[in-house]
Structures are given as C-alpha cells and as structure tokens.
C-alpha cells in the first residue's frame, strides 16, 4: 500500500478535520475515499474514448427543440 504526503492550506485543513469528524473515520481513509471517488470509472475505456467522436450527434438545443409534452398519465 502506498504512502503519500500532501500539504493543505490551514483553512481547507480546517475543513477536512470537520468533515472527518463528521464521517467518523481516519484522514487516511477519507482522503482514500475521495481519491477512489475521482479515480472510479464505470465506462470502458473504449467508451471513454468515443466521447465527442460523432459529428453529426445533434446538440442539446437541436434535441430541447424536438420537445413535446408528455402524454397525460392515468389516474388511480
């Protein structure tokens, strides 16, 4: 298992030690979850490395603008 020393500005230090407190577990082990939370990567790569490869995906406004309401529910 690896060590690593990191140095934090008093006021983030400050922090840190409240939400430690708060979660009730080491430093170690909170700043071990964080750098999980960051590393954690559900998608293959492969998929990873398609992001953005389509031209022709439509934008975000070509799809808003296709918007229709929804059809009415049933009530129970």
Do not use: C
Not at 15 to 31: E, F, G, L, R
Not at 38 to 52: L, R, T, Y
Not at 55 to 68: E, L, W
Request: no cysteine; charged share 30%; net charge negative.
């Amino acid at each position: 298992m690896g060590q690593v020393t990191i140095y934090l500005e008093d006021e983030i230090e400050k922090k840190m030690n409240a939400a430690v407190k708060s979660a009730q577990i080491s430093k170690s082990k909170w700043i071990a979850q964080l750098v999980q939370d960051k590393v954690a990567n559900d998608w293959p790569q492969s998929i990873v490395d398609m992001a953005g490869s389509w031209s022709d995906f439509p934008s975000i406004d070509d799809i808003r603008a296709t918007h229709t309401e929804d059809a009415p529910r049933e009530t129970f």
